[in-house]
């Protein structure tokens, strides 16, 4: 029997409107749709009036979650993979998903479908130079968080990361520490979002801004000139 596809699916970061045609036709067309949250990924599928069998796929997935995938595909179902914001993959477990089936499945066709990502999102309004950038998703909880920040500040590129509301203050406290004082910075919250915000600046500026502690940040340091 031939081998199933895996296709990997970009979904919108908050408006529900940001999400492609393609990637609605190939949610209506896969057997199966993993998840990182089945219940974050049903209210995008209700949206778009998609009903399909939806199984969560994680970074606390075992080893058993990934034979049963794979078993999916030996019985060649077309199975999609999303998260439950933007490109799978992009810190996120789905690489190391992508990983361990392709190396046990050598002629698996895998499909992207591209679409959202925050990073892009936010540097294409940053206005700093983006032909070049360094991308260090989230800073360590604790060990290494300071070395986490010593290279933003040696980076001789624009450097972008995620933070989230429970360490943004930290975070731009770090960055006082090792930044120039009129190195500037973008702070992207909840892109795509109601609330969406844009805090641009000198890091010092930036400090003086009432940055609310609340959704999920996208922090641009722009490049040495």
Known sequence: MQIGSLSIISTPIGNLADITFRAIEVLKSVDIILCEDT????????????????????????????????????????????????????????????????????????????????????????????DKFLFLGFPPHKKGRQTFFQIVADSSYTVVFYESSHRITKAIAQLVNVLDSSQEVCICRELTKKFESIYRGTINQITTMNILEKGEYVVIIKNKK
Do not use: W
Not at 90 to 116: A, R
């Open 39 to 130: 219940r974050v990924t049903q209210k995008l599928l209700n949206h778009y009036e998609i009903k399909k069998i939806t199984i969560s796929y994680h970074r606390h997935s075992d080893e058993k979650k990934v034979v049963e995938i794979r078993e999916f595909l030996e019985l060649g179902k077309h199975v999609a993979l999303v998260t439950d914001a933007g490109t799978p993959g992009i810190c996120d477990p789905g690489n190391l998903l992508i990983h361990k089936l392709v190396e046990s499945m050598d002629t698996l066709l895998i499909i992207p479908i591209p679409g959202v990502s925050a990073v892009v999102t936010a540097l294409s309004i940053s206005g700093f130079q983006a």
